[in-house]
């Protein structure tokens, strides 16, 4: 697979030799190898299983022989929900990211077939949507359907968020194998949006916002800049009914609508509002434009919607989306447990977004969030058998409580809407890519995942090692070695958690402060620790073999919500380092939702080794103890009770 890595390098230096990007650059994941530790039967999980049991529900669900039916080679009609192409694109982009770290002749051939299925599906001038090319217009006469004609029910047809996703796989695939079969099918397809789509001819908006995201990689990909205006021609339409195209029936149009995040032109949006997962990813796309085109009109809205988060919408697991109607965020502080949606796609779109505003900032609160989220609301996704799934992560169950669309209190195979475990499986083998990051001469260390990785600094190759037993251990060993001694400077990322701040802003905070400073030492000595942006700096000439420790304490801590929430008043969450913990009916005679602590109550960590893939449990003392595990962890024994806030003894 060496000229699969090859092709990444060599699109990333067109980048950025054309353009203006992020200041920051990740290092690509297939530089950074995970192979012991807490993520890496997680990322073995996801490949050995979760992928082939998404390939094998899109078979079973016609959601691949829809394609073959759309382009002739096999009779039928269409089975499914118009987004279901979706669902394809994303485990084609999750395999092509395995691909390049785990070369498989088989899986390569598998998507060469559907590739074929692709292309066969696509219409002469480019279009690309199986529900309308088998089913035709009529079809689409129905409300909730892909609407009458092309483009004439963006606000819910999602024929744009469907080729978004080909394009981020068609991207991925390219960089896995060189081959360019999926990526001349999106760009035949980006190419007819062109033709379509415009200031000078129809003028409309993604319903569910992605497409922008897909195109930026087009255009990094290619260096077509039209590619680049296309998706900022898309994201500067919404709430300009003013410039909109005329729709048979507006109100099928979404103009106007908070739900679409469509209610004012982008630059004046200052709240998060409407349906988180298309929130998230438009926020991703307007870093990505803010980014490119140094937009500081972007950056000056991306910064206030992200205060808006962090302050008064965000729950403690980093999960976004409070209603289940709309899947959307609600009012400021509405924030309720039981019934909280927090949709597992909601989660990796918030690391998405998060992660690119680190790029542009270089802030580390930017990768709190993330480490919040991928460790909480976006781990609790997922079964650690890999074959069952969450849509919604509450923080509260009774252990009954069904969820609209079949999403239960308890994890499933599959659901009608399966976008949840089709983003789980093309997110997780993108994990390493997130751990390092470089600007210049500066080495960013954002993650403490067991792993080593081979950098390029000043044009000469530099090796780190990072041991470690996180998120279980806040101790970290870091060995940096340069081919030859060279200064350059390594930032590590100080978690807020570790100072005393479990999430930026003022939504939480610890009942009990910190009780000790982070400590860091080099070969043995110890440095001070000088925090800049998030981020302890440490600047020296780095020889072979250097060995930085950096250790966390991680206390058991005592979380409060801030007054205004009022689902949490009078109640307290607990967490340990990264990590929010519950308590499940399961490890405490069948109860949870009762339960209650004294202040400053006692927990001790006690390593479980044989429990629920290997935790650590916080128990406290007593006749009758009360055992609290990870939230992640939840939901692996059967329907029971769980909770994360518990009332206090007064």
Partial sequence: MKRAVTTIFLISSCVRAFSQD??????????????????????????TVTLPFDFKKCEETGRIDNFAVAGGLKKGTFRGIRYDDSDVFKVVEGAAYSLQTH??????????????????????????????????????????????????????????YNVGHMYEAAVA????????????????????????????????????????IGLVKLYRVTGDKRYLDLARFLLDMRGRSDKRALFPDPARTGQGSAYLQDHLPVTQQREAVGHSVRAGYMY????????????????EALTAIWNDVVERKQYLTGGLGARQHGEAFGNAYELPNDVAYAETCAAVANLLWNHRMFLLTGEAKYMDVFERVL???????????????????????????????????????????????????????????????????????????DSNTELTVNGKPVMVRQATNFPWDGAVTMTVSPKQAQAFDLLVRIPGWATGQPMPGQLYSYA?????????????????????????RIRRTWKAGDVLALTLDMPVREVKANENVQDNRGRVAIERGPLVYCA??????????????????????????????????LQTAGPQPVTLIPYYAWSHRGPNEMAVWFGQVK
Avoid at 291 to 296: F, G, L, V
Avoid at 419 to 436: H, I, K
Avoid at 524 to 531: L, S
Avoid at 604 to 609: A, H, I, L, S
């Fill in 22 to 47: 992020y200041p920051i650059m990740p290092v690509p994941f297939t530089k950074v190898k995970i192979q012991q530790g807490f993520w890496h039967p997680r990322l073995e999980t996801n490949r």
């Fill in 103 to 160: 070369y498989d002749p088989k899986l390569d051939r598998y998507l060469d077939s559907l590739i074929t299925l692709f292309a066969a599906a696509q219409e002469p001038d480019g279009y690309l949507f199986t529900i309308r090319t088998i089913l035709k217009d009529s079809t689409a006469k129905r409300d909730r359907d892909a609407g009458a004609t092309r483009y004439s029910f963006e606000a819910g047809s999602h024929e744009l």
């Fill in 173 to 212: 695939h390219y960089q896995a194998t060189g081959k360019r079969t999926l990526l001349n099918v999106a760009i035949k397809n980006a190419n007819h949006l062109l033709s379509v789509i415009g200031p000078d001819k129809l003028i409309v908006v993604p319903g569910h916002q992605e497409t922008e």
């Fill in 284 to 299: 991703a796309a307007m870093t990505d434009i803010a980014a490119i085109q140094q937009d500081k009109e972007y950056l």
């Fill in 375 to 449: 460790y909480n609301g976006f781990l609790a996704g997922v079964s650690l058998e890999g074959d069952k799934f969450f849509y919604v992560n509450p923080l509260a169950s009774d252990g009954q409580r069904k969820f609209n669309v079949g999403r239960s209190a308890t994890r499933e195979p599959w659901f009608s809407t399966s976008c949840c475990p089709t983003n789980v499986v093309r997110f997780l083998p993108s994990l390493p890519g997130y751990v390092y990051a470089q600007r210049g001469n500066n080495v960013y260390v954002n993650l403490f995942v």
């Fill in 512 to 536: 009990n402060a910190a009780s000790t400073k982070p400590t860091l030492t080099i070969n043995g000595k110890a440095v001070p620790v000088t925090i800049e942006n998030g981020y302890a």
């Fill in 584 to 617: 499940e009916g399961a490890d405490n005679n069948g109860r949870a939702l009762n339960l209650a602590f004294a202040p400053g109550q006692a927990f001790t960590p006690q390593v479980r080794k044989e429990m629920l893939g290997g935790i650590t449990v």
